[in-house]
């Protein structure tokens, strides 16, 4: 065996640590049922061969530096678990045969699947640090389990996506906008020029001073000085508590509709709807429900600048991309204590502060100051910081836009995707992803918080609908 040519980074050392277990879970639908050896011959020539870390294990060097160490040889059939019958009737109750085909007790069996495996936060460490889960044929379904040390969301299901076949060949240029612009800035004038070079200038100290808000913040919560005296206060630290995986989709042109109301982004509707859906929620079972307060919510924001067309993309020409986890993120605080007559005030309120984050160094911020406080204090110290801060999160979420193609294993197209990840004492973990014109949302919720998690499902639809009509 020979040493990769990578150090294993302080953030992923940070996610291999015993207090803080991270697994990435990628649901993967198809029309009909999987093809067991296509799918491990396509893994095996795309997903695995386009991303060394899936290859390696984590060494320590003689000098007891983590290193990413290539195995000489790979065996897919260690990675890929293929579940019997007999496992799936001990997982639920068998139902009628018309109740198997419907597609809501579907969505119901794999939740309940994708739970089970969220309990267990280990993986085998003989091997590198990913699985596949393939459910009974009747299912069309396998679950991609990927270790954050490996690297993040974007970075890991590109090559997944890669490996698979694209039905629509409309090749879009790689940043040929941008390209275009690099070509006519050259063309501007000398005045142009210099108001663009004030006006960059204006922007980088607006970024500064929206970036001190931040650090107070993220101080208050590391150090446990900053509780939600809210009804969930006592219940907001998550560590341990039993969790609940419920799905959730909802039709991208609805809200591409409330998006152009208020002229916001894809992003800001979900936060808003999420934000709209929680007050619904409260509302309908609790009577204190005006005492909501002030919920703190983490937005997890990629610092990379492609998107996951451009990595598929990138790797489909088998150009390099950057491995690792390059995420950063928002700390947002919601008043839920008042309840708005316009339905669409969630989220202006929500585009109103995620466009001030987007004008500050917040995410990078978080990000960079991890990485130097890992470094400086090591892993198990960073590990207490980050719980402490987490702590005080009442809900996390993060939105990634999928690929813009239907994809397929052969003539089997991808219906549904979905992601969560596990190990992050937070109540509430929302994770949404576009694909071919759905949102697929992936709610986690701590038990003790939300009792019902269907019903705040439900209040999250109708959120949307009621802004859609007003």
């Not at 879970?25 to 011959?41: E, N």
């Not at 109740?99 to 267990?120: P, Q």
């Not at 969790?243 to 959730?248: G, Y």
């Not at 100051?369 to 198990?380: D, K, P, Q, V």
């Amino acid at each position: 065996m020979g040493y990769y040519d990578e150090a294993v980074s302080p953030k992923a050392w940070l996610f291999l640590q015993p207090g803080l277990p991270h697994v990435i879970h990628c649901t993967i639908s198809f029309q009909d049922p999987i093809d067991v050896p296509a799918l491990k011959a396509s893994l095996s020539s795309g997903f695995i061969k386009n991303c060394p870390r899936l290859r390696s294990l984590v060494a320590t060097d003689d000098k007891g530096q983590g290193q990413w160490m290539e195995l000489p040889s790979f065996d897919i059939d260690k990675h890929v678990i293929i579940m019997s019958e007999e496992e799936e009737d001990d997982l639920g109750e068998r139902s009628n045969e018309k109740k198997r085909h419907d597609e809501e007790e579907n969505d119901a069996y794999i939740d309940r699947f994708v739970n089970s495996l969220l309990l267990t936060s280990t993986m085998r460490t003989d091997i590198p640090l990913w699985d596949v889960h393939i459910m009974p044929r009747r299912r069309r379904c396998f679950v991609l389990r990927l270790h954050h040390a490996l690297g993040d969301f974007l970075s890991l299901i590109a090559p997944l996506f890669a490996s698979f076949d694209s039905k629509n060949s409309t090749s879009t240029m790689l940043n040929g906008v941008t390209k275009q612009q690099r070509l006519t800035m050259g063309k501007i004038s000398f005045v142009t020029k210099l108001v663009e070079g004030a006006r960059r200038s204006w922007r980088s100290m607006m970024m500064v001073w929206n970036t001190i808000p931040y650090v107070a913040v993220a101080s208050l919560l590391s150090m446990r000085l900053k509780e939600d005296k809210t009804i969930m206060r006592g219940q907001t630290r998550a560590v341990g508590m039993p969790r609940t995986l419920t799905s959730l989709t909802l039709s991208l042109e609805d809200m591409k509709i409330v998006k152009n109301k208020v002229n916001a982004t894809i992003n800001d509707v979900f936060l808003g709807i999420t934000a709209c859906g929680l007050r619904k929620y409260f509302n309908l079972i609790s009577e204190e429900s005006s005492n909501l307060g002030c919920l703190t919510a983490l937005n997890v924001v990629s610092l990379r600048k492609e998107g996951l067309e451009d990595l598929i993309e990138l790797i489909v020409e088998d150009k390099a991309i950057k491995w690792g986890n390059n995420i950063g993120h928002f700390l947002l605080g919601f008043d839920l204590r008042e309840e708005y007559v316009n339905p669409l005030t969630y989220v202006q309120k929500a585009k109103e502060m995620l466009d001030t984050k987007k004008m500050s160094y917040e995410a990078q911020a978080s990000h960079d100051s991890s990485e130097l406080m890992i470094s400086m204090f090591g892993s198990r110290v960073y590990v207490d910081l980050a719980c402490s801060m987490l702590s005080g999160i009442t809900f996390m979420f993060s939105n990634v836009k999928g690929p813009p193609n239907v994809m397929g294993l052969g003539k089997n197209n991808i219906t549904e995707v979905g992601f969560t990840t596990n190990g992050l004492p937070v109540p509430i973990d929302v994770r949404m992803i576009s694909y071919n014109g759905k949102a697929f949302l992936k709610i986690l919720t701590a038990t003790k918080l939300i009792h019902d998690p269907k019903l705040l499902c439900m209040c999250i639809k109708d959120a949307l609908k009621v802004m859609m009509i007003y």
